[in-house]
């Protein structure tokens, strides 16, 4: 069964730092975009960050400066290096990944990982 595995989570202190990863399963054949939403209790998700196959990148405005995704070569892992962190970067952040094929016989799919708490306080 297929799935994006995230890690990295976890609590820290504000203007501290933490490291997302996510990574695919297996290999896959092909995927337009990956990289990070987030959600916190009772708000919707939202986008932080995305990276293309070719490498261009998104950044929601509230982390631009702090944040940097990056991924492998091969695009089978994206990783989020977040720095500067404040008590409202707390969330849980589900790794995203859009238009992805896994063989040459398959449709393409997007797909979520289950998410991993990060938490910021003092």
């Known amino acids: 069964q297929f799935e994006l595995v995230e890690s990295g989570g976890g609590s820290v202190q504000p203007g501290g730092s933490l490291r997302l990863s996510c990574t695919t399963s297996?290999?896959?054949?092909?995927?337009?975009?990956m990289g990070w939403y987030r959600q916190a209790p009772g708000k919707p998700r939202e986008l932080v960050a995305m990276i293309g196959s070719r490498g261009w990148t998104n950044y929601a405005d509230s982390v631009k400066g702090r944040f940097t995704i990056s991924k492998d070569n091969n695009m089978n892992s994206v990783y989020l290096q977040m720095n500067s962190l404040k008590p409202e970067d707390t969330a849980v952040y589900y790794c995203?990944?859009?238009?992805?094929?896994?063989?040459?016989?398959?449709?393409?799919?997007?797909?979520w990982g289950k998410g991993t708490q990060v938490t910021v306080s003092s």
């Open positions: 995203f990944a859009d238009y992805l094929i896994l063989t040459t016989y398959t449709p393409a799919s997007d797909w």
């Open positions: 297996q290999s896959i054949f092909s995927v337009n975009s």
